[in-house]
């Protein structure tokens, strides 16, 4: 009788373990803590970033004033596009070390408005790709 008891509580104990309660594939399914295998199943996406504006969102600034940014990530300059209200605007990539530099000049014929310098940078994967932007105040 004693025996049948122990090996009741052995098991249960057993089953309790925490090797047991862990969810199939490892790490910890549904808890979004990024441990265990990839959860959109490709490790392959390597999602474009833009980043380091200047000057920065909401300044104000001159007509024709310069602006920059970097992308990393991105499938290469040709892969790279800027506009200002849905016309393109002509700038310079500059390839650095681990991303690429983007510097262009706002037109000269816009004044006292307020204009949005958007961005669309392509990675490898159209799912990876970026597109990012900032408002710019332009006075006289």
């Not at 309790?16 to 549904?30: M, S």
């Not at 959860?39 to 004033?65: M, N, Q, R, W």
């Not at 506009?83 to 262009?104: C, M, N, W």
Request: net charge positive.
């Amino acid at each position: 009788m004693q025996t049948g008891k122990l090996i009741i509580i052995l098991l249960g104990i057993g089953f309790c373990h925490p090797l047991w309660a862990q969810a199939p594939g490892g790490g910890h399914a549904g808890h979004g803590g990024g441990g265990g295998a990839n959860v959109s199943g490709d490790a392959s996406c390597f999602k474009a970033k833009i980043s380091h504006y200047k000057p920065e969102h909401l300044a104000t600034v001159a007509p024709g004033s310069e602006f920059s940014f970097t992308v990393s990530g991105s499938n290469g300059p040709g892969n790279i596009f800027v506009s200002i209200r849905q016309q393109p605007i002509h700038v310079e990539v500059d390839a650095k070390e681990t991303f690429y530099l983007v510097k262009g000049r706002l037109p000269p014929e816009l004044k006292n408005e307020t204009v949005r310098i958007s961005v669309q940078a392509r990675a490898k994967m159209n799912k990876c790709d970026a597109e990012g932007g900032i408002l710019l105040k332009v006075a006289e």
